[in-house]
Antibody, heavy 122, light 108 residues
Framework: EVQLVESGGGLVQPGGSLRLSCAAS????????MNWVRQAPGKGLEWISD????????YYADSVKGRFTVSRDNAKNSLYLQMNGLRAEDTAVYYC???????????????WGQGTMVTVSS | SSELTQDPAVSVALGQTVRITCQGD??????ATWYHQKPGQAPVLVIY???NRPSRIPDRFSGSTSGNTASLTITGAQAEDEADYYC???????????FGGGTKLTVL
């Protein structure tokens, strides 16, 4: 079964750090670009990062650039999101999502994890 | 601008046809992808490109694009189609993916 499972969420104080993981199974992880998307409580979806198959090309939304770092370990079929300098506005469910590349430009996320909740509060 | 604009809410009578739109400059150069999301669940891809559906998505869902506007049409809406619908596309200038604000669909 094709699956993504996020972990690592929790409660963290403002200014703190957290590392999220996304474990992939059931497909050739090293053949797909991967993304992180978040959703604040009661709000819409917000794309935050895209990493290519090799991990060399990474894009970040302006809202997290300089604070968040995305990486991947293809040998472990895993995607990571290191979050530093966390703010209250980073409180959200964080999803990892696979880019199917059904469109040349990408952005077609065909597989999503169940999400992991990050709460930033004192 | 890399924003995508959606109507916040739309309603449709059971069995009728509804169109949900997504507007933005990035759609002039990149196709939209559509997702639905039910409460407490992850988003599900329903339409991508000009009008392509994953095999598990019913054929009552269809898509189209004209200029800077992408549309998702549900022909014969069912109660289970009640959900939040989001569009996204990639901004060719920044390579960033952008989501619309979402449309809450109510099936009456």
């Amino acid at each position: 079964e094709v699956q993504l499972v996020e972990s690592g969420g929790g409660l963290v104080q403002p200014g703190g750090s957290l590392r999220l993981s996304c474990a992939a199974s059931g497909f050739m992880f090293n053949s797909y670009e991967m993304n992180w998307v978040r959703q604040a409580p009661g709000k819409g979806l917000e794309w935050i990062s895209d990493i290519d198959t090799t991990g060399r090309t990474i894009y970040y939304a302006d809202s997290v650039k300089g604070r968040f770092t995305v990486s991947r370990d293809n040998a472990k079929n895993s995607l990571y999101l290191q979050m530093n300098g966390l703010r209250a506005e980073d409180t959200a469910v964080y999803y990892c999502a696979r880019d199917s590349r059904w469109l040349p430009a990408g952005g077609t996320f065909d597989i999503w994890g169940q999400g992991t909740m990050v709460t930033v509060s004192s | 601008s890399s924003e995508l604009t959606q109507d916040p809410a739309v309603s449709v009578a059971l069995g009728q046809t509804v169109r949900i739109t997504c507007q933005g400059d990035s759609l002039r150069t990149s196709y939209a992808t559509w997702y639905h999301q039910k409460p407490g669940q992850a988003p599900v891809l329903v339409i991508y490109g000009q009008n392509n559906r994953p095999s598990r998505i019913p054929d009552r869902f269809s898509g189209s694009t004209s200029g800077n506007t992408a549309s998702l049409t549900i022909t014969g809406a069912q109660a289970e189609d009640e959900a939040d619908y989001y569009c996204n596309s990639r901004d060719s200038n920044t390579n960033h993916v952008v989501f619309g604000g979402g449309t809450k669909l109510t099936v009456l």
